[in-house]
């Protein structure tokens, strides 16, 4: 994407890259959200923060943003891969994603979360290593896989309260909760894989990897975890999880049931009832589905579902269906840390949401994942962290990728080089 002209206009008034934006800018012409939809206003900024434009002073820059729509920048609620590098946050940035949760890393240190506190770089908090038990997810994928690549020669000690911790038993939970207080987690991962059939894969050899936590312990967890002031994302794969996790009252569903491609005789397991729904949403759990991660496979060249990929699709729609009836409150993530723009554009293909129910779903997730923030919002006081789009995505939610401009904290940020073309 060209810089267009309203960003150059701004660098030019600046002064270039490398000087300090003025601590005052008017952008009048366009379109901004409201919470509900786009209306016209100009939006008026004073270094970080959003002011009522009668506060501005003459010499306030002017930046024209005539025919273009003003969003606040959008969130990840669940992206593993974010390393403290600007490599990595412009990956983001330039999808307009300025707040992430990664919900399991290699424990970060805080000279990482320095980098991450930056006014020039994407804000990250973490959960650190998730708990699991001994065999559990993501023991495997850590062990027998990452060691051979990206941890290349780490011996499965190295992940032991790293990568991942243990929590078998409560007085291991309290013990691995103090642990990741310790090392500055912001909120607790917990897996619950199966857990219906917990007796049954626990000593067995072939389901290493695709177990997790004792559900008769995952109350205590949750209510642990809440007395150190954290809150709990829970990695799940089936209903019955979900249903744990809903009634142990943890705070974020890290995927939904029917996330992955399933094969046709597993779906009945990942089935979300009405009963189900309800309990959720009495619950206060917050969702994030993550039901684009099949889109690669699930759609072809001209765009149609595939055949195989049809019973998923339809699971994935009844789900959400229920979900959104019973007003659950659903966040978008997406697994990895590519741009949030097909999760969004999958919850509208499906059929269960229109374009102005999906971005609306975009812009609740950060200030979800961020409490203490005033973000997802352009009202005064609102921080200046904002996008600019060339159409209105509650009419094509597809305009979500279409960003012409991005102001983080009150500055024009560029796009790195490789994604102008």
């Known amino acids: 994407m060209k810089r267009s002209g309203?960003?150059?206009?701004?660098?030019?008034v600046a002064g270039g890259a490398a000087a300090q934006t003025p601590s005052e800018t008017l952008y009048h012409g366009g379109r901004a959200w409201t919470g509900q939809g786009f209306e016209?206003?100009?939006?008026?900024?004073?270094?970080?923060?959003?002011?009522?434009?009668?506060?501005?002073?003459?010499?306030?820059?002017?930046?024209?943003v005539t025919g273009r729509w003003l969003i606040p920048a959008y969130a990840n609620a669940h992206a593993h891969i974010t390393n403290a590098t600007m490599e990595t946050s412009r990956v983001y940035t330039d999808a307009g994603v300025f707040y992430v949760w990664n919900p399991n890393t290699i424990v970060q240190d805080a000279q990482d979360k320095a980098f991450f506190a930056r006014p020039d770089t994407f804000d990250v908090r973490v959960a650190q290593g998730g708990i699991t038990e001994p065999g559990g997810h993501p023991e495997r994928l850590y062990v027998e896989f990452l060691s051979q690549s990206v941890y290349a020669g780490r011996p499965r000690e190295w992940f032991i309260g790293n990568a991942f911790h243990y929590g078998s038993t409560p007085p291991e939970i309290d013990a691995t909760l103090d642990v990741l207080s310790a090392q500055g987690a912001d909120f607790v991962k917990a897996y619950l894989l199966n857990s219906e059939r917990y007796a049954e894969l626990k000593n067995d050899p072939t389901?290493?990897?695709?177990?997790?936590?004792?559900?008769?312990?995952?109350?205590?967890?949750?209510?642990?975890?809440?007395?150190?002031?954290?809150?709990?994302?829970?990695?799940m794969e089936t209903a019955h999880d979900l249903e744990v996790a809903a009634r142990a009252g943890a705070d974020f569903a890290a995927h939904l049931p029917g996330y992955g491609g399933d094969e046709p005789e597993a779906l009945d397991s990942k089935r979300i009832t009405p009963e189900l729904a309800a309990l959720v949403a009495r619950s206060g759990m917050r969702v994030i589905p993550t039901y684009g991660i099949i889109v690669g496979s699930a759609y072809d060249e001209e765009g149609a579902i595939t055949g195989e990929a049809t019973e998923?699709?339809?699971?994935?729609?009844?789900?959400?269906?229920?979900?959104?009836?019973?007003g659950v409150p659903i966040l978008i993530g997406t697994d990895g840390r590519g741009p949030i723009f097909s999760e969004a554009e999958h919850l509208v293909e499906i059929g269960v949401f229109s374009p102005a129910e999906a971005t609306r779903i975009v812009l609740e997730t950060g200030p979800m994942l961020f409490p203490d923030r005033r973000i997802g919002c352009l009202d005064v006081g609102c921080e200046a962290d904002f996008l600019v789009l060339d159409a209105d995505p509650t009419v094509d939610i597809a305009a979500l990728r279409r960003i012409d401009g991005r102001v983080m904290q009150g500055r024009p940020l560029e796009a790195t080089p490789e994604s102008v073309d």
């Not at 309203?6 to 030019?12: E, I, Y």
């Open 6 to 12: 309203w960003m150059v206009l701004a660098w030019v």
């Open 312 to 326: 998923q699709i339809a699971l994935q729609r009844e789900n959400l269906r229920l979900l959104r009836e019973a």
């Open 40 to 64: 016209p206003r100009d939006l008026a900024v004073r270094g970080d923060r959003i002011i009522d434009g009668s506060a501005l002073g003459p010499n306030a820059t002017r930046v024209d």
């Open 207 to 235: 389901a290493y990897g695709r177990r997790g936590l004792n559900p008769e312990n995952f109350a205590y967890l949750v209510q642990a975890a809440h007395a150190r002031g954290l809150p709990v994302a829970v990695h």
